[in-house]
């Protein structure tokens, strides 16, 4: 495993976005495509609808998306799970109501080389904030909550839920102007020895590219609700 560490850690960089990457009929497409979709998981509890991004609903648009992903991060394979016929999974669009907590997708096959991970907005109102700090380990939610640390029965593609980062990041108080800003809906103890390396108010036509690494969560800034895609990367 510290060998892999050490692989995942070489390509490591600091988040990115790339302005104006997607042409308005693009992003039309890519809602066209969130409505044709069928939907994989509603969570009445976290408030969000969760669709697949399968292969064959939109051929022309897989093409440019990856075709524009690899002229960014270079040569990657797709780690977004598989589908019932087992081909990779392309992405994960959500609609959400609510603030998605403090997580890392560092997926759930720990023998995988994790590389990047993408958001693309396809609302205007939003943000996510990505933490300096990192996690070497699989797909983990992060959380104080114990009804939720007592979760071990998960299904296939649930994170796990640790505290284990108030051991490792240490004491020093999460900033409260962010914190009352961004991040109402957390615990700001949960957040103890974080450090915010950016926060991401969302463009249309726009993408962010970080680490799958990176500790983030959505921020409380949200008007009704949000859509955007999430896909995930590795070497």
């Given at each position: 495993m510290s060998n892999l560490i050490n692989e995942i850690k070489k390509l490591e960089s600091s988040p990115k976005v790339i302005k104006n990457l997607f042409s308005k009929n693009e992003i039309n497409e890519f809602l066209k495509l969130y409505n044709d979709l069928p939907i994989t998981v509603h969570n009445k509890k976290q408030n969000v609808i969760k669709k697949r991004w399968l292969q064959g609903f939109n051929k022309n648009l897989e093409k440019i998306f990856c075709e524009r992903l690899e002229r960014e991060i270079g040569s990657f394979k797709m780690d977004n799970l598989k589908d019932e016929d087992d081909r990779?999974?392309?992405?994960?669009?959500?609609?959400?109501?609510a603030p998605i907590g403090l997580h890392?997708?560092?997926?759930?096959?720990?023998?995988?080389?994790i590389y990047k991970q993408t958001l693309i907005p396809l609302s205007s109102v939003g943000s996510t904030v990505i933490f300096k700090?990192?996690?070497?380990?699989?797909s983990t939610n992060f959380t104080q909550d114990p009804n939720e640390l007592g979760k071990t029965d998960?299904?296939?593609?649930?994170?796990?839920?640790?505290?284990i980062h108030l051991k490792i990041y240490g004491d020093k108080p999460f900033d409260k102007t962010i914190h009352q800003k961004y991040l109402q809906h957390e615990n700001i103890n949960n957040l103890k020895g974080l450090e915010v390396e950016l926060i991401y108010k969302w463009e249309v036509g726009s993408m962010l590219i970080f680490d799958r690494t990176?500790?983030?969560?959505?921020?409380?800034?949200?008007?009704g609700k949000k859509i955007g895609i999430a896909t995930f990367t590795k070497k």
């Open positions: 990779d999974i392309l992405g994960l669009i959500q609609e959400s109501y890392v997708d560092g997926g759930f096959e720990l023998k995988n080389q700090n990192r996690y070497y380990e699989g998960l299904k296939y593609g649930q994170n796990k839920r640790s505290d990176h500790l983030h969560c959505s921020s409380s800034v949200i008007d």
